[in-house]
């Protein structure tokens, strides 16, 4: 489905509902799906989120496909997560 590189309605709502987690949604034209898709998903995680304690962001050339990372979206614990958290603790 071709479109004008705006952001789906669908991840725009998903970031607003899911603040706690996302830091902010980026979209990409990059052609890496293709000329016929061109577009991607960003979405950045905050500390405190991973998709396998290694990944902090998802980066997918469809809605449906980034859907599917969501989902696996965990609470993170790693040494990143855990500093990044700390030092906004730090400065609040
Ligand atoms: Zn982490």
Redesign the pocket.
């Known amino acids: 489905m071709a479109h004008n590189g705006k952001m789906p309605a669908s991840l725009a709502r998903l970031a607003d509902v899911h603040l706690d987690k996302i830091q902010f949604l980026e979209i990409e034209y990059n052609e890496w799906d293709g000329a016929r898709n061109p577009w991607s998903y960003w979405a950045w995680l905050r500390?405190?989120?991973?998709l396998d304690?290694?990944r902090?962001c998802i980066h997918e050339p469809t809605v449906k496909k980034f859907m599917i990372m969501w989902r696996q979206v965990r609470p993170?614990?790693?040494?990143?997560?855990?500093e990044a958290i700390l030092e906004g603790e730090a400065k609040a």
């Open positions: 500390p405190g989120w991973s304690g290694e902090h993170c614990e790693c040494e990143q997560c855990v």
